[in-house]
């Protein structure tokens, strides 16, 4: 899987591109302020410049999609769980750093553009240099909590989603409602939610106990999945077309927005 992992953290390969990237441009500036012809307060507008990109790259995703955050307005600051558009921070940045040239900042606004230009080409770099991950989809069945055992492989009957909990995992708990709810208004797409390392009964009652659904939960109690899938940690999101080609992935906690996107991409 496509993922790194840091301490207790498990990034997506798309995020640990960006935050390389800002770690360049900002050691870049703190560089150039070492030297004598340093622009006065590189370092403070430094921070200003990532800070702007940042706030207007999660501006740019909930304007995207304002009908959901409109719905929970306090999710909106929930940035753990992703939704950026990198290209409106990029973009906010860039006209950020214009105006201060056309404010007689020339020097400033060099360094800035050098430093942003570093980050971006670091942050591409990593993105294509890492190759998307093949992963098919597992050729056994699992145990269903409704019904047969069930296989995951998709032949050309539709779409495939497959997340990955744990009932010990506080954002799988987070998130496994609303995933619940948009698969349900999702027909079209089969979206299974395969246990990772729990038996029957213990999922059972939990479902019982926070009033879910257990139509489309399997039971993975060997934990093969996430071995098949080299997940590092949970939860683990992953989408595949009808013909069973992995289409994305989301590793860690995934916002409404971002699920409901990828469902209807998925359509």
């Given amino acids: 899987m496509s993922?790194?992992?840091?301490?207790?953290?498990?990034?997506?390969?798309?995020?640990?591109?960006v935050l390389v990237g800002a770690g360049v441009f900002l050691l870049l500036v703190s560089l150039c302020t070492r030297s004598r012809r340093a622009p006065v307060g590189l370092d403070r507008w430094g921070t200003l410049t990532l800070l702007l990109g940042v706030?207007?790259?999660?501006?740019?995703?909930?304007?995207?999609d304002l009908d959901v955050?409109?719905?929970?307005?306090?999710?909106?600051?929930?940035?753990?769980q992703g939704g950026f558009?990198?290209?409106?921070?990029?973009?906010?940045?860039?006209?950020?750093?214009?105006?201060?040239?056309?404010?007689?900042?020339?020097?400033l606004a060099a360094v800035l553009t050098a430093a942003s230009l570093a980050g971006?080409?670091?942050?591409?770099?990593?993105?294509?240099?890492?190759?998307?991950?093949?992963?098919?989809?597992?050729?056994?069945?699992?145990a269903a909590l409704e019904g047969p055992p069930q296989a995951l492989r998709g032949d050309h009957a539709g779409p495939v989603v497959i997340n990955l909990w744990a009932t010990w995992?506080?954002?799988c708990r987070?998130?496994?409602?609303?995933?619940?709810?948009?698969?349900?208004?999702?027909?079209?797409?089969?979206?299974?939610?395969?246990?990772?390392?729990?038996?029957?009964?213990?999922v059972r009652q939990y479902l019982l106990r926070e009033g879910l659904s257990s139509d489309r939960v399997l039971l993975d109690p060997e934990t093969a999945a996430m071995a098949h899938f080299e997940a590092p940690g949970l939860p683990a999101t992953l989408f595949f077309s009808s013909d069973g080609a992995l289409q994305d992935l989301h590793l860690g906690e995934i916002s409404r927005a971002a699920f409901r996107s990828r469902l209807q991409t998925l359509r």
């Fill in 69 to 80: 955050y409109a719905r929970e307005p306090l999710t909106v600051l929930a940035f753990w």
């Fill in 85 to 107: 558009d990198a290209w409106a921070g990029v973009g906010a940045a860039g006209l950020f750093v214009a105006v201060l040239a056309l404010r007689r900042r020339g020097r």
């Fill in 120 to 142: 971006l080409l670091v942050w591409q770099a990593i993105l294509h240099a890492v190759p998307a991950p093949d992963m098919p989809l597992p050729d056994r069945t699992f």
């Fill in 3 to 17: 993922g790194i992992t840091l301490g207790p953290l498990v990034l997506s390969m798309d995020r640990f591109a």
């Fill in 174 to 202: 987070r998130e496994l409602p609303m995933m619940m709810d948009l698969a349900d208004a999702t027909p079209g797409v089969n979206v299974v939610f395969l246990n990772q390392g729990e038996f029957g009964p213990d």
């Fill in 55 to 64: 706030i207007a790259s999660r501006i740019g995703h909930v304007v995207g």
């Fill in 169 to 171: 995992c506080p954002p």
